[in-house]
């Protein structure tokens, strides 16, 4: 009897206008000012000639793009503009080999301190200002599209109210949409850190959805997983109420083990490699095992297509996520407020 087996990826060759893209860097890994620029040989430009940037904020210490890479390839391939900045020192590219790897990530984990998750969040504003410039599209008519992953995520709710007046009006956000955003900055630093730092004052300060919700209001996406250990649905239920959007939607992937690989809708499905660390290692730091899967190529990927190219609104989202090959259709994306999902 033959293996139930997930959809298919879809084919994306209609979509891929420019399929040449010059990945430039600038910046220093040591000090958190790192960034890879996705830009587009033939960019695409909507029916009023509108040219389309996507900033892309990492999760705590994912600072390394091939985490995300064939994610951000889909975007840059689209003709869109895309802004990685690495806004954590150390982490910024895997290693040649994994003990080089381990020390870079050692690195980004065991920040100085004290703790300013306010200063990473200030590194990912300079650093994509900058890139916007040497890219060329200061002056030109440009939409602009936050996503984020984790403390990427929650750094992308909170743009419109740390970002406002330190970058170029074209770079606040047209909609915000996150994957298994923490609602505070201090959610996922390492407990014995975290229990260490409240003792001795780590923390030079916080970004907490509860004071930069009030700022936010653009549509927004959130989509989660009934699946995420390490950022429950639940933790999420009076967050989302500080949101001051009217145009915001909470989203749910399932877990579904109907074929094999079974589809996990954990921490770390907006991921598609996390091979720079043992897949053991993956399950307790990042809270799974990255690769692409139905996850990406039905619900985290499109999300952002259909805001950008279609023109959708974020918090009125649909999904297709397709058959196993047996025909038994993949369990449903839910969605409303964290409540429907919990």
Not at 43 to 51: K, L, S, T
Not at 54 to 60: E, I, N
Not at 151 to 168: E, H, I, N
Request: proline letters at 8%; one cysteine or more.
């Amino acid at each position: 009897m033959s293996r139930t087996t997930q959809p298919a990826k879809p084919d994306y060759s209609d979509r891929y206008t420019s399929p040449r893209y010059l990945v430039r860097e600038d910046g220093q890994c040591d000090d958190g000012s790192f960034i890879r620029s996705y830009i587009p040989a033939s960019p695409y430009r909507d029916a009023a000639g509108r040219q389309k940037v996507v900033v892309y904020l990492h999760g705590f210490c994912l600072g390394a793009a091939e985490i995300y890479q064939s994610h951000l390839i889909h975007l840059a391939q689209q003709g869109y503009y895309v802004f990685f900045p690495s806004y954590q020192r150390g982490f910024c590219r895997y290693g040649d080999s994994l003990p080089t790897t381990m020390g870079d990530l050692t690195q980004a984990l065991f920040q100085p301190f004290p703790i300013s998750p306010r200063g990473w969040f200030g590194n990912a504003i300079s650093s994509v200002a900058m890139a916007y410039e040497r890219a060329g599209l200061a002056g030109s008519p440009v939409d602009t599209y936050l996503f984020g992953h984790s403390l990427g995520g929650l750094f992308a709710l909170s743009w419109p109210s740390y970002a406002a007046g330190k970058v170029p009006a074209d770079l606040m956000p047209r909609q915000v949409l996150t994957a298994n955003p923490i609602p505070d900055s201090e959610s996922l630093i390492p407990t014995p850190i975290r229990i260490t730092g409240r003792m001795i004052g780590a923390y030079a300060d916080r970004v907490d959805i509860m004071e930069t919700g009030g700022a936010l209001r653009v549509p927004v996406a959130i989509l989660h997983g009934t699946g995420d250990i390490l950022v429950p649905v639940k933790a999420w239920v009076r967050p989302f109420a500080a949101i001051a959007s009217a145009e915001k939607r909470f989203y749910c992937a399932q877990n579904d083990s109907h074929g094999r690989p079974a589809l996990v809708a954990d921490h770390i499905q907006a991921g598609v490699d996390t091979s720079f660390i043992p897949n053991v290692m993956a399950m307790m730091s990042v809270g799974g095992v990255a690769s692409e899967s139905t996850l990406n190529w039905r619900y985290i990927w499109p999300a952002l297509d259909r805001v950008i190219r279609d023109g959708a609104r974020a918090d009125q989202l649909q999904f297709d996520m397709g058959t196993w090959s047996d025909g038994v259709p993949v369990r449903p994306i839910l969605s409303g407020t964290p409540q429907a999902c919990v």
